[in-house]
């Protein structure tokens, strides 16, 4: 460093620098060996160091004077002639010392301090519902464990100890770990932290197997609905329970289903895609048009005449202005199970097994009962192809449905759909 003081002759004094006037245009005084003063238009100076690296010039700025007087400003000159010599660019290096200063000072802050930030700055774009899906997991396992913690002070064995806790929730422990790895991927982009202690414990709890919801039986339809019409539930959650059998939608999308969205005179309710902040959406992005049966229409009919006003199909029986919960309907489930009319171990989603089972045995097309479902293409523009394609046969399979469940509540013969007219 010694031998860099005496190669260079600097010129400046503070009288010199303190007579340094504005002009019409940004100009520079020089220290010496690439050490300058730049006088701004508005009077400010700021030392920097002009440099070549490579056949290239560069540039760093020290600072401003007087804040960083006339030997300071020659002690950093005199480090960065060293780095220039060892190799090392001065304006990538203070880059480098900026970055890693801040992800100190980052690190500081806790997980559950940052994990806010990513819920602010990340989760935006997310359907309310996953939203508060999150939020709440983190509040109510993740921030009791390592909330606390310093962010870059997480460590593996952390994750490891909160997921075998949760070993008999799979599904829970599998969307934390997908979470607290998205956490530390986004600290990581932002320079935060360069460990994600979420990635050694991939694959540590087992996806379990998919759910299958056992559908009603023929033998047990009639004794179902016949229950379900007659019992003593508020008739809004009757009706409710019969519309999302016939429509064969999710339990969600029957108790935000809003006036807006159906069409009594085309016989069509178009639930729209997902959308942020929206209940009753559909799971996939693109919106899903069901084809309203004459038995729909006649229950939506129904509802229309005891929601009033109410933008919803089917509001809570105390106030028109909110939604139907979705607990109601299981609720009315529970009341049929303790009559014997429903089997204990049926769920609301076992309707639309219910739809599957017999438009297949039936022989409806594959590509028709997974459109009426709504079971997500992969190929946005396979989906839209389809959904256009198949409209006419799930309009027929939908009334075939619903004239089906008729007759076997009646008892009769059914009437195949390759008999009805087109």
Same mark, same amino acid.
């Given at each position: 460093?010694?031998?860099?003081?005496?190669?260079?002759?600097?010129?400046?004094?503070?009288?010199?620098?303190?007579?340094?006037?504005?002009?019409?245009?940004?100009?520079?005084?020089?220290?010496?060996?690439?050490?300058?003063?730049?006088?701004? +238009?508005?009077?400010?100076?700021?030392?920097? %160091? &002009?440099?070549?690296?490579?056949?290239k010039?560069?540039?760093?700025?020290?600072?401003?004077?007087?804040?960083?007087?006339i =030997?300071?400003?020659?002690?950093?000159?005199?480090?960065?002639l060293?780095?220039? &010599?060892?190799?090392?660019?001065?304006?990538?290096?203070?880059?480098?010392?900026?970055?890693?200063?801040?992800? !100190?000072?980052?690190?500081v802050?806790? %997980?559950?301090?940052?994990?806010?930030?990513?819920?602010?700055?990340?989760?935006?774009?997310?359907?309310?519902?996953?939203?508060?899906?999150?939020?709440?997991?983190?509040?109510?396992?993740?921030?009791?464990?390592?909330?606390?913690?310093?962010?870059?002070?997480?460590?593996?064995?952390?994750?490891?100890?909160?997921?075998?806790?949760?070993?008999?929730?799979?599904?829970?422990?599998?969307?934390?770990?997908?979470?607290?790895?998205?956490?530390y991927?986004?600290?990581?982009?932002?320079l935060?932290?360069?460990?994600?202690?979420?990635?050694?414990?991939?694959?540590?709890?087992?996806?379990?197997?998919?759910t299958?919801? $056992?559908?009603?039986?023929?033998?047990?339809?009639?004794?179902?609905?016949?229950?379900?019409?007659?019992?003593?539930?508020?008739?809004?959650?009757?009706? !409710?329970?019969?519309?999302?059998?016939?429509?064969? +939608?999710?339990?969600?999308n029957?108790?935000?289903?809003?006036?807006?969205?159906?069409?009594?005179?085309?016989?069509?309710?178009?639930?729209?895609? $997902?959308?942020?902040?929206? /209940?009753? %959406?559909?799971?996939?992005?693109?919106?899903?048009?069901?084809?309203?049966?004459?038995?729909?229409?006649?229950?939506?009919?129904? =509802?229309?005449?005891?929601?009033?006003?109410?933008?919803?199909?089917?509001?809570?029986?105390?106030?028109?202005?909110?939604?139907?919960?979705?607990?109601?309907?299981?609720?009315?489930?529970?009341?049929?199970?303790? !009559?014997?009319?429903?089997?204990?171990? %049926?769920?609301?989603?076992?309707?639309?097994?219910?739809?599957?089972t017999?438009?297949?045995?039936?022989?409806?097309?594959?590509?028709?009962?997974?459109?009426?479902?709504?079971?997500?293409?992969? /190929?946005?523009?396979?989906?839209?192809?389809?959904?256009?394609?198949?409209a006419?046969?799930?309009?027929?399979?939908?009334?075939?449905?619903?004239?089906?469940?008729?007759?076997?509540?009646?008892?009769?013969?059914?009437?195949?759909?390759?008999?009805?007219? !087109?």
């Amino acid at each position: 460093m010694g031998n860099f003081q005496r190669a260079v002759n600097y010129k400046l004094t503070d009288k010199k620098i303190l007579s340094l006037k504005p002009k019409d245009k940004p100009y520079t005084a020089t220290d010496g060996g690439g050490l300058f003063i730049d006088v701004q +238009v508005s009077g400010s100076k700021i030392w920097r %160091f &002009a440099y070549m690296k490579d056949g290239k010039r560069g540039k760093v700025s020290i600072g401003p004077y007087p804040a960083i007087g006339i =030997a300071a400003a020659r002690d950093v000159h005199r480090q960065q002639l060293e780095l220039v &010599a060892s190799g090392t660019d001065p304006a990538r290096q203070k880059r480098l010392d900026k970055i890693e200063a801040a992800a !100190a000072q980052a690190q500081v802050q806790t %997980f559950k301090s940052f994990a806010q930030i990513w819920l602010k700055e990340e989760q935006s774009t997310v359907t309310e519902r996953t939203r508060r899906q999150v939020t709440r997991w983190l509040e109510n396992d993740v921030y009791p464990v390592i909330g606390e913690l310093e962010l870059g002070k997480v460590h593996a064995s952390d994750v490891l100890e909160l997921l075998e806790s949760m070993r008999n929730t799979p599904v829970k422990a599998i969307g934390i770990h997908s979470i607290l790895e998205r956490i530390y991927a986004y600290a990581g982009r932002k320079l935060l932290t360069t460990y994600n202690p979420a990635t050694p414990m991939t694959g540590l709890i087992k996806k379990p197997p998919a759910t299958h919801y $056992r559908p009603l039986s023929v033998a047990e339809i009639g004794p179902f609905i016949e229950s379900a019409r007659t019992c003593n539930a508020h008739i809004r959650t009757r009706l !409710a329970l019969e519309l999302l059998l016939l429509t064969v +939608v999710r339990k969600d999308n029957v108790c935000k289903a809003r006036w807006a969205h159906i069409d009594m005179a085309n016989k069509t309710w178009t639930i729209p895609g $997902r959308t942020i902040g929206g /209940n009753g %959406f559909m799971k996939m992005p693109q919106p899903h048009t069901v084809y309203l049966s004459d038995q729909a229409v006649k229950i939506l009919e129904q =509802a229309k005449e005891l929601s009033g006003d109410s933008e919803w199909v089917f509001p809570t029986v105390t106030r028109l202005s909110e939604p139907m919960g979705e607990v109601t309907i299981n609720h009315l489930l529970a009341r049929l199970k303790a !009559a014997g009319s429903c089997p204990a171990d %049926f769920a609301p989603h076992g309707l639309r097994s219910t739809f599957s089972t017999l438009a297949n045995e039936e022989g409806i097309a594959p590509d028709v009962v997974e459109v009426i479902m709504a079971h997500q293409e992969r /190929n946005s523009v396979r989906a839209a192809y389809n959904r256009a394609k198949y409209a006419p046969q799930c309009q027929k399979a939908q009334q075939w449905y619903a004239d089906r469940i008729d007759q076997i509540v009646k008892g009769a013969d059914v009437i195949p759909i390759h008999s009805k007219a !087109a």
